[in-house]
């Protein structure tokens, strides 16, 4: 059974860092791409990183001077390197998987950020 599996949320004061983690575990196959997504309640789920199985990355606009995705193949990892973060990046952030012919989804982690 593939799992997802994101830990690296929590609280931080405004200007802070945070590094995001997504362990996939279990089977994938060919792997369209890999990234964070986040989604706060009553909001659309929008784009934060994405990195394809080539190397190319992906990023919203807003975000792109302050967010870095990288991953460890070895270790089945994705990261998202969060820095200056602002009480208006608190939300749930979602690691994603687009395989072939199937989408995975991590069950979210909650990131927070002081005034």
């Known amino acids: 059974q593939v799992q997802l599996v994101e830990s690296g949320g929590g609280l931080v004061q405004a200007g802070g860092s945070l590094r995001l983690s997504c362990v996939a575990s279990?089977?994938?196959?060919?792997?369209?791409?890999m990234g964070w997504y986040r989604q706060a309640p009553g909001k659309q789920r929008e784009l934060v990183a994405a990195?394809?199985?080539?190397?190319?990355?992906n990023y919203e606009e807003s975000m792109k001077s302050r967010f870095t995705i990288t991953r460890d193949n070895d270790k089945n990892t994705v990261y998202v390197q969060m820095g200056s973060l602002q009480p208006e990046d608190t939300t749930v952030y979602y690691c994603?998987?687009?395989?072939?012919?199937?989408?995975?989804w991590g069950q979210g982690t909650q990131v927070a950020v002081s005034s």
């Open positions: 994603r998987i687009h395989a072939y012919d199937v989408t995975y």
């Open positions: 279990g089977r994938i196959f060919s792997i369209l791409d």
């Open positions: 990195l394809t199985s080539g190397g190319t990355t």
